[in-house]
């Protein structure tokens, strides 16, 4: 198990906040994540296209597609962030 | 350091003096007030709601806090950001860097500013005349931030 | 813009409330509070006399924010230098510059101050345990002024 | 006549903060009036001398060695400042 949340624009794109889904065993890293996540097609498909400008932390901290990760990591999709 | 993520109002005031505890070592306080805007990209702003990812958010400002801390001689930071829905002219973020001189200081706070923007999972989303809009992050932030990879 | 000579102390979230006036125009506040240390140049510093030159002080103040106004897009300027005796722990100087956005905000109230300390007429003398001194200018002062040449 | 202005250092060097002189008819500039300063000797001579650090405003304006002065103005003599 992972869990996921989504945040800001994203998370009402995906029209999800959180969901905790079972980490296939060929999925390693975050690129494989982001394609797993895209197979989903419509929103998915979109919203995490190549060149879509998005952002991700595993454990909170920041992460690209080469970040592994493994069951229990919590991951964060979430668009480029604007506080301050 | 202290890092506070927060719907509440703060005093500016009182917050700049519980920094500083009348340390006699202290020569130089820099600070930055961000207020929120009646207008922004050309469009009138009535409000704004501020959200935020709990425990990254924290996480993320003391990493910028050490960073800073790694960098210049400075004896400590303040950093306080509200989330949830804020009016023009509210205060929406405070940062404060205490230092011997005002060099370090005024470097310390900006950099802070500069990775707080870009780095720190907070999004706003604004209600204008035309509806509500989640803000898009700017290049211009992106390239202040870089500007302290030199 | 206000510029304040005075040998009384001043409120500091006072004075940035009042800088602000609630103008939703504002979305950035850049302030940098000077104060007395207890120590410089390595001796202990029991307290410390600051003279001016008055007329030439508020001359020299306000072409210096005039400067700043002509270089930065910002709104307004706040400058309160102290004078007469003051203790370590001491609020000494208060400049603080308004603006739409963090980065003219930074720029402008760096600029003021460095040019605050190479350009307006003011002198401190030091109490230490080795009886009184002035104050050497200091050619690191100088160089942070310079750097506004570029 | 002009008003001659010491501060801080200086006028505790040169024992006066505030004295009226006639401007001599030669004395144009304010190398001229340095020169007749130091002409007085002592302490004249010695904190005014080539190569001290000391500033010197003509109407409340920072000046040099070449700024031209008159009968009414008001120079200030001291050495580089150090508020803030």
Avoid at chain 1, 36 to 65: F, H, K, P, S, T
Avoid at chain 2, 120 to 140: I, L, M, N, Y
Wanted: glycine share 8%.
């Amino acid at each position: 198990m992972i869990t996921l949340l989504y945040f800001a624009r994203l998370r009402e794109a995906l029209g999800v906040s959180t969901e905790q889904i079972d980490l296939p065993p060929e999925v390693r890293d975050i690129a494989g994540l982001t394609a797993l996540l895209r197979a989903r097609g419509g929103a998915w498909e979109n919203e995490l296209a190549e060149g879509r400008a998005y952002r991700i932390a595993v454990n909170q901290d920041m992460a690209d597609g080469a970040t592994a990760i493994k069951t229990g990591d919590e991951i964060a999709i979430f668009p480029p962030v604007t506080g301050g | 350091m202290a890092i506070r993520v927060q719907q509440e109002d703060f005093d500016l005031g009182a917050e700049l003096l519980a920094l500083r505890q009348d340390n006699p070592k202290i020569g130089a306080i820099a600070s930055f007030l961000g207020l929120v805007r009646d207008i922004n990209e050309g469009d009138a702003v009535a409000g704004m709601s501020l959200e935020h990812y709990p425990g990254m958010t924290e996480k993320a400002l003391e990493r910028i806090v050490e960073q800073a801390k790694a960098r210049w001689d400075i004896f400590d930071a303040l950093v306080i950001h509200r989330v949830g829905d804020l009016q023009p002219t509210d205060q929406i973020v405070l940062v404060a860097v205490t230092s011997a001189h005002r060099g370090e200081a005024f470097a310390a706070c900006e950099f802070i500013m500069d990775y707080l923007k870009t780095e720190a999972p907070f999004w706003k989303r604004e209600q204008t005349s035309s509806g509500a809009r989640w803000v898009d992050a700017r290049e211009s932030d992106e390239n202040a931030a870089k500007r302290w990879e030199k």
